[in-house]
């Protein structure tokens, strides 16, 4: 995860990055102990926040966007607060970090 997320997103040139959608797990589930093939053991779980996710960001499976894209969509769609729904039964959510990483986004530029 470390490799796609520090190395590549938030890498200088990380906003040029190509990213799909996918409906299933994907690169940055790799390493998790929970996978299980192409699932999770908690996948309705990550089902239902997947889908509340997508439909906040106007996404489907096999969209493709530049990770710029996708924050620029995340700024314009997910205000402060939204992660306690969006989020909820997350196991992150409770540790704050996304709150975190959202209020960042909102104050770039």
Do not use: Y
């Not at 390493?31 to 699932?39: A, D, E, I, Y």
């Not at 439909?55 to 992660?83: E, H, I, Y």
């Amino acid at each position: 995860m470390a490799r796609i997320v520090v190395d590549t997103l938030r890498a200088p040139t990380g906003d040029a990055t190509e990213i799909e959608v996918v409906g299933s797990l994907d690169d940055i589930c790799a390493p998790c102990p929970k996978r299980r093939g192409n699932l999770c053991q908690s996948q309705e779980k990550i089902e239902e926040i997947d889908t509340r996710h997508a439909k906040a960001l106007s996404l489907r499976p096999g969209d493709r966007l530049t990770w710029g894209q996708a924050k620029a969509r995340m700024k314009s769609s997910v205000k402060p607060g939204d992660l306690s729904q969006l989020c909820k039964g997350c196991q992150w959510l409770d540790l704050g970090l996304c709150e975190a990483a959202l209020r960042d986004l909102l104050q770039e530029d």
